[in-house]
């Protein structure tokens, strides 16, 4: 799409000396190379903005509403410096949220030339960015320490993302507490609905009988559990890391009459050692593994197996070029700290490379952007109550985080992926015949 405009116009009745007016001409240069112009409004702190030169129906504005934003931005122009001013509501947005993160992407990423230095560096002295000092950053903000993938970091990482409100994660799971990709049969469907799916097909998939030991690493809320017990039989053990995750998974439990057949542990996966488990399952948990502790991780689960048994890998991957994590992201400063994600080929070379058969592999990327609107949709329709739990600040990253992460998997660079594998042994006879009993 053509560039309608190179250069923006002043709003009318703005001081000639506005923010708007010294951010001319640098807004103008990016306008030019971005692909499609700029279709949302930059708005001031003073009043003055810059209106769209690519205008669209309903488009957002983007309002830097202290100072401090573009501070910010100075002191960290990489992601992390717009991720705190967001975070600390010093930047906002009118008009729809999805709307300005899909519009703001290609216009943020508009190709920079070294000449572009003078008029950044002329407006940034003008607006007396330069002489401030970096402002704090938000208390959402977290850089842990120590060993990376260590147990005591993991710990850490996983408190600081799940150990927030349980009432907060009700509010926007919905009533099943499953926090991971729902399977819709059809846009109709209610969230809960498409969780219970979710849920059943993994059982099917797993093979799930009576009686079968079934191991569920990262066990959440307890909503595997307590659905493969009271609709499969099985005997579940469940480990998680989170304290608040543990202690109402087993009051869930409790209420569900599953206590003879359900156990929740508050355990680190590299300490179960009372296998073999005729199941193994992991939903959305080895995101959290890291590169380096991939193989531990899933030798563990061939260690924990039965002969005969099935294993159950559930989890976000890259699509494209894979590459290491970035320090300085909004993902790991705000939501998923030491998270990493993978390619789907590096995840199956690393599963064969523990001692497994590939059996099955099904991609539920668009069923993940639909998940992420949902939870969305449920977390906007009380923000009041959401921010009573958790905080101004915290809201506030869910409320990016949805929406950016609905985008990304829409847009294909990222994926979701359940991997159903069995351990395989050298010179082992080939197993029984079996027709598939899950839908494609």
Known sequence: MATTSSSPKITPGSAASGV???????VGLLDSRAEGGRSFTLAFWDGSELPPTNPIPNSPTLRFAERDALVRMVREPNELGMARAWVSGELEVDGDLEMALDLTEKWRHAPLKATDAIPAL???RKLGL???GQPPAPEAEIKLQGRLHSAQRDQEAISHHYDVS????????????????AYFGSPEDTLDQAQTRKLDLICKKLELKPGDRLLDIGCGWGSLLIY???????????????????ELARERITQAGMQDQCEVRLQDYREVNDGPYDKISSIGMFEHVGRDNLPIYLQQARSLIAKDGLFLNHGIVRIGEDHQMQPKSFTQRYVFPDGELHTQGIVINAIEDAGFELVDDESLRPHYAETLRRWAINHDSDREAAIAEIGP??????RLHNYGAALGFERSRLSVH??????????????PLRVRSYPV
């Open 20 to 26: 708007a007016a010294e951010l001319a001409e640098l």
């Open 122 to 124: 002329k407006a940034a």
């Open 130 to 132: 330069l002489r401030r």
């Open 166 to 181: 349980n009432e907060f994660y009700r509010r926007m799971l919905g009533e099943t507490m499953v926090y991971s990709c």
């Open 228 to 246: 493969a017990a009271h609709n499969y039989g099985v005997h579940a053990v469940g480990v998680t890391i989170s304290e608040e995750q543990a």
């Open 393 to 398: 600040e915290r809201e506030r990253v869910w």
């Open 418 to 431: 359940q991997v159903i594998a069995r351990p395989v042994e050298e010179y082992e006879p080939a197993p």
